[in-house]
């Protein structure tokens, strides 16, 4: 489905992501973890061509990124810090993305709903909390039943009613077969939420497993204490 | 591409600046051709204004609402949609609503009151305006740093507008004992502000007080093809920054 090879990114004289690689398939549900400022974030964003990788291929199901958009209709993302205009309303912003889509396909309004987002169609995206805007950022990135999904810290922020509502959706769109990259600091929701990782640290890719077989061989019940483990033993999968 | 352009012209639309600006380009000429009988005149006064304020108005206007809107350029990023789309439209929108305030301003009271030149003052308002927008685009995508990008604009501005005109005095005065004609028109083609105002300039019948080089002007300016030479340098004068600013959006990582 998403193929990255050899990717190599540097922002001035920092190296951002070393020689990447990382398949992502269908079916699958991916956690992205490690230290802030790893390139977790910058990896999501060449996906999506916000950033051009200095050197290495992107592919989405078989077709370059490179100079294409039109993949991303495939694709829903939502952002670490949802930025929108400050002007407009939720309910203009809505309407103005399924305007700009131009898809005669009925949306996926579930989370718009359950979110209780309709309430507050009249506010201003500028009045909004923080936590408001990561609602909007979800319903967004689920509006047009995309094939994969892209979400950068999505619980971050949001109330415990809330999480639960996503968690739900997000499991629920995994059963339907969708692709899921999810970052996160929170490896309780990980352990819920995803089956492969791929822990990166200092932009080099450390590890990238099945969240079971990580279990096995750490002999580790949690995530978080079976990523602790594999820390220490330095990413050796077997200790001698 | 008319749907993106279609909501950037709300949000502009939405901060009533550009209603603004209409308004008092309008007060300005009603007032100017008021004052004075003579509709030539008037023109004149108004020209010096508008070659002040245009600039001024569609490069600060331009760069301020252009960081604005980065949120609303990383939202479209992450859907389908064309890069070269969403800064061409972004271009569209800013131009339309800085092109119809100057319309509505200047241009079409001008060709109601009449005088010479008046056509000439609205089509070269109009290209003024898309230049400075441009270099207002070719000012803002190359920094991320919003007072960075307002203070390259404003060195454009002042370049332009005070520093340019300047150097040539200078020039011409230091080297008054030679032949300036032809270096005085090379000098002048580069900057798009002076371009302007020697087409409106040469339109108006007062070229006989600038001299022996105003004469030279008026011969190569009062053509057709000088009239030609000028406009398409104008346009040049518009493509070229916007080229190289969607050359370094296309290579921008958001």
Known sequence: ?240 | MIRITKHALYDILRNRFVLFYAVFLMIITFSLFSLDSDPGKAILSLLNIVLMVVPLVSIIFTTIYFFNSYEFIELLLSQPIDRKVIFFSEFLAISIALSAAYLVGVGLPVLLLGGQGALYMLVSGLLLTWVFVSLAFAASVSTRDKARGIGMSLLFWFYFSLIYDGLILYLIYSFSDYPMEKLTLALISLNPVDLARIVILLKLDISALMGYTGAFLKNFFGTGLGIGYSMSLLVAWSLIPLLYALRKFLRKDI
């Not at chain 1, 829903?76 to 396909?105: E, F, S, V």
């Not at chain 1, 929701?189 to 061989?217: C, F, P, T, W």
Request: hydrophobic share 40%.
């Open chain 1, 1 to 240: 489905m998403i193929e990255v090879r050899n990717v190599n990114k540097r922002f001035g004289k920092l190296e951002v992501l070393r020689e990447v690689n990382a398949t992502f398939q269908k079916g699958g549900s991916y956690a992205i973890v490690g230290p802030n400022g790893s390139g977790k974030t910058t990896l999501i964003k060449s996906i999506l061509g916000m950033v051009l990788p200095d050197s290495g291929t992107i592919e989405v199901d078989g077709e370059s990124v490179r100079g294409h958009w039109s993949y991303r209709e495939r694709i829903g993302y939502m952002p670490q810090i949802g930025r929108y205009p400050d002007n407009i309303k939720i309910g203009q912003l809505l309407t103005m993305i399924r305007d700009l889509r131009g898809t005669a396909k009925a949306t996926d309004d579930e989370l718009v709903h359950e979110l209780r987002l309709d309430e507050l169609s009249d506010k201003r995206m500028h009045t909004l909390s923080g936590g408001t805007r990561q609602k909007v950022s979800a319903a967004i990135s689920f509006l047009f039943d995309p094939a994969v999904l892209i979400l950068d810290e999505p619980t971050a922020g949001l109330d415990p009613l809330s999480v639960e509502i996503l968690k739900a959706k997000i499991l629920k769109e995994k059963e339907r077969g969708k692709v899921f990259l999810i970052t996160s600091h929170i490896m309780s929701d990980l352990d819920e939420l995803s089956s492969h990782i791929l822990y990166i640290e200092e932009g080099i890719v450390r590890y990238d497993n099945m969240i079971a077989e990580l279990k096995r061989q750490t002999g580790e019940e949690k995530l978080g204490r079976a990523i602790a483990g594999m820390m220490r033993n330095n990413f050796k999968a077997n200790p001698s």
